[in-house]
């Protein structure tokens, strides 16, 4: 009889509990935050655009609300289209959105095995973000100001050599800088092959960081089937690209290892660190995949970001006047802008604001949830991807009105909330790079417009060829090529650049400047 009790104790036991699991799972599937309808089995695939992918989804957003769900087979999105969501998730609870979704195209195939960026936050990360934080935070991007401010003057020269080639000039001048500051490089303008090594591993890397676009990043399993398969396109594209972004992150930093050895390398992130590593491996593969950081973290961010502000010149005669007029009386016609007249600029802060505001360099931050966890009573589950939509914020217009239009009177007229603190990121995971990419914009626009007039094209039979506003698709968001022509303002502009590079060449000694954070 005794048995029977438990037996049917047992059995009641069993059922509570498979009811609670159901219960639970039924209660957590129904309480996702709200989304489009999908097709059996395909859920919203086909919902979610190629191009314009942030458009779509601050439409998704006007229609269900701030936050929004679109499931794939096997996978769960959560789209995060205001300000207010996203502060209380990747702000205030970093600790469990920091984490980025899996990519194990452009990680394990391809070869961006320990990149910080996609890496997720575990203790090594840590360890990566804190040598980063070390080495591009105040004190560190104070001492590179020199540095930026001597590089400019070559930047002009580039520029009134090539004019058309503009994006090309923003890219090497870019890849100086990065390459300065990760190895204590100098010599990028000359060494062709590092850059062009460094360009294809990172447009490598541009094309398969870019969540949903492989089909082996959904289902990870692809990644066993051999090159010669017939559909294996994707490994037959990662056997071309690993040998090159191996190349991109090893070279550079063993030859600087190699100087540190001998005594002969010059101060920067990677061998004042090396020196503080003391030899321990682990520390050096994160010095290693850090300082690899830096030069994919700028080249293509800040290329967009100058293109962007090209375009909006010459279609904004007008912002381009007001603007050259406030440099030409504050700093005059004697000397280049410097980073340390910032402040001074208010306007030309503005044109930089508004830059970043009309056409933001990364639209859509993706990361990944690492814990279930619930909000506004919504349940969240552990591996969902969530977007933060960044131009859904930068185009909000109850925010900024009138939207698309290029206007920095909003910033110092009617003063719309700063948009630098989305521009960068959020979180524990905001750009370690904040500091000297908005030192290296801000002097790049500064520069140009001291010296340079940038206006519409014209062709061969004299019109005027009207530049197309439009992006391409992908993780940074750059303008489709245009062309635009680019002037010296003057003569005296033109002497001014010559003489700014003439000495900017004497002044070696000031590039060894460099101060780690503590
Ligand atoms: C216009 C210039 C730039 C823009 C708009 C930009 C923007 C961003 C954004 C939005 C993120 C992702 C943040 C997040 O997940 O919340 C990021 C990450 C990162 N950026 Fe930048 N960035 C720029 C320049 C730079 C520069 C100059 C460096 C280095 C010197 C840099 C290094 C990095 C690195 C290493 C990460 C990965 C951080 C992580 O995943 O934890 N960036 N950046």
Not at 149 to 164: I, T
Not at 178 to 191: P, V
Not at 196 to 203: D, E, R
Not at 319 to 342: S, T
Request: charged share 25%; with cysteine.
């Amino acid at each position: 009889m005794s048995w029977l009790l438990v037996d049917i104790a047992a059995g009641l036991a069993a059922g509570l509990f498979l009811l609670f699991i159901f219960n639970s799972w039924h209660r957590k599937a129904v309480h996702l935050p709200p989304g489009p309808p999908g097709l059996p089995l395909l859920g919203n695939l086909l919902q979610i655009p190629r191009k314009k992918e942030f458009e779509a989804f601050r439409d998704m957003g006007d229609i269900y609300g701030d936050l929004v769900t679109l499931r794939v087979p096997g996978h769960i999105f959560m789209l995060l289209n205001s300000r207010k969501a996203i502060a209380d998730l990747l702000d205030a609870r970093s600790a469990i959105y920091s984490d980025r979704p899996s990519m194990v195209m452009c990680t394990d195939l391809v070869g961006w095995t320990g990149t910080v960026v996609l890496a997720n936050n575990t203790p090594r990360f840590r360890n990566c973000r804190k040598l980063l934080r070390k080495g591009l935070g105040p004190s560190a991007a104070q001492s590179f100001i020199p540095f930026l401010n001597r590089q400019s003057a070559f930047y002009l020269e580039n520029l009134q050599k090539r004019p058309d080639a503009f994006t090309d000039i923003f890219k090497r001048t870019a890849a100086a800088i990065s390459m300065k500051i990760a190895y204590g490089y100098d010599g990028i303008q000359e060494d062709e092959e590092l850059y062009v090594v460094g360009c294809l591993a990172n447009h490598y890397f541009t094309e398969t960081a870019v969540v949903g676009t492989w089909f082996v990043d959904m289902l990870p399993i692809l990644r066993h089937v051999p090159r010669w398969f017939p559909l294996a396109y994707f490994q037959r594209y990662a056997n071309r690209a690993k040998p090159i972004v191996d190349e991109s992150v090893n070279k550079p930093f063993e030859e600087t290892k190699r100087h540190v050895k001998l005594g002969t390398a010059g101060a920067s992130f990677t061998s004042m660190l090396l020196g503080d590593a003391k030899g321990d491996a682990e520390t050096e593969d994160c010095i290693k995949w850090a300082s690899t950081g830096i030069f994919l973290g700028q080249l293509d961010t800040t290329t967009s970001a100058l293109s962007w502000f090209f375009l909006a010149m010459a279609l904004h005669p007008e912002v381009q006047a007001k603007a050259q007029a406030e440099i030409d009386k504050v700093i005059g016609d004697g000397r280049l802008p410097r980073v340390e007249d910032r402040d001074a600029l208010p306007y030309v802060s503005a044109v930089m604001q508004e830059t970043f505001r009309w056409h933001p360099v990364v639209p859509l931050i993706p990361r990944a949830l690492s814990k279930d966890d619930e909000y506004r009573g919504y349940f969240m589950p552990a591996k969902t991807t969530l977007i933060a939509n960044v131009w859904a914020i930068m185009h909000d217009r109850s925010v900024y009105p009138d939207e698309d239009k290029f206007r920095p009177e909003r910033f110092t007229e009617d003063g719309a909330p700063d948009c630098l603190n989305v521009a960068f990121g959020f979180g524990r995971r905001v750009c370690p790079g904040i500091l000297i990419a908005q030192a290296h914009v801000f002097l790049s626009i500064a520069t140009t417009l001291a010296t340079f007039n940038i206006s519409k094209a014209r062709d061969s039979q004299d019109n005027i060829v009207e530049p197309t506003v439009e992006d391409t698709p992908g993780a940074i968001n750059f303008p489709q090529p245009f062309k635009v022509s680019v002037e010296p303002r003057s003569a005296a502009a033109a002497e001014l650049i010559r003489k700014s590079a003439e000495h900017s060449r004497t002044l070696p000694e000031r590039l060894e400047i460099f101060s780690l954070d503590a």
